[in-house]
């Protein structure tokens, strides 16, 4: 974890603007291309959540300014950026998860079922680690939405958030849309939109 210095910072004035709102978060719901990717995940017989998490991962970690978090006012890069997903249980409930992020996606699905099968075995709302070197996603795979919001703390917070919908098919085409809240202090639409370009382009690998 490295510190960005406001002083020499480009984005320090527009930083500066959006850290003062109550609620400086924006979002966009974005459509993507999950074919390649659920066709990979059935020929490999491997999980399709993990297969799209991985790629998710490998996307957020390819753009820096959603590797970037607030701490008393300040700014940190983190060198790498973990998943946490919501992960349900038997009984309908869930558990917050805490999942290492690796680009080898063999040994990041041995992690995700890791902290499933901890999950699982437990009632515990959070996981035992915890931390900002995060992003905080769900899946929503009984819904087809075009809009999402996410609860709001009312507190300074900078993690991104992400939730993936209902996989849609149109012929030969599975889509899922993807939502991403992110911190305008941090981040702008320019990054949104790298983030989308690279996690499609890891979709398809």
């Known amino acids: 974890m490295k510190k960005i210095n406001l002083e020499t910072w480009n984005r320090a004035e527009q930083f500066q603007h959006f850290n ?3 609620d400086p978060y924006f ?3 974005i459509p993507l291309d999950v074919t390649k990717a659920y066709q990979f995940s059935k020929e490999n017989e491997i999980s399709f959540f993990g297969k799209y998490l991985h790629a998710c991962m490998q996307a957020i970690n390819s753009v820096d300014n959603l590797k970037y978090r ?13 998943a946490s997903p919501t992960i349900m249980r038997e009984d309908k409930t869930f558990g917050f998860s805490f999942v290492d992020f690796d680009e080898n996606l063999d040994v990041f699905l041995k992690h995700l079922e ?7 075995s437990s009632s515990n709302l959070f996981p035992e680690r915890n931390g900002l070197d995060c992003i905080h996603c769900s899946a929503l795979p009984w819904v087809n939405f075009s809009g999402h919001k996410e609860p709001f703390f009312g507190e300074k917070d900078s993690v991104p958030k992400i939730a ?12 899922m849309n993807v939502a991403i ?3 305008h202090a941090l981040v702008d639409g320019y990054h949104v939109g790298l983030f989308s370009e690279k996690f499609q ?5």
């Open 164 to 175: 993936f919908s209902k996989v849609n098919r149109e012929k030969n085409t599975l889509s």
């Open 70 to 82: 607030i701490i008393n006012n300040e700014v940190v890069a983190y060198d790498i950026i973990h």
């Open 27 to 29: 979002g966009v719901t």
């Open 181 to 183: 809240s992110v911190n």
């Open 114 to 120: 890791s902290e499933k099968t901890r999950i699982q």
């Open 201 to 205: 382009y890891f979709l398809n690998q």
């Open 20 to 22: 003062k709102m109550f």
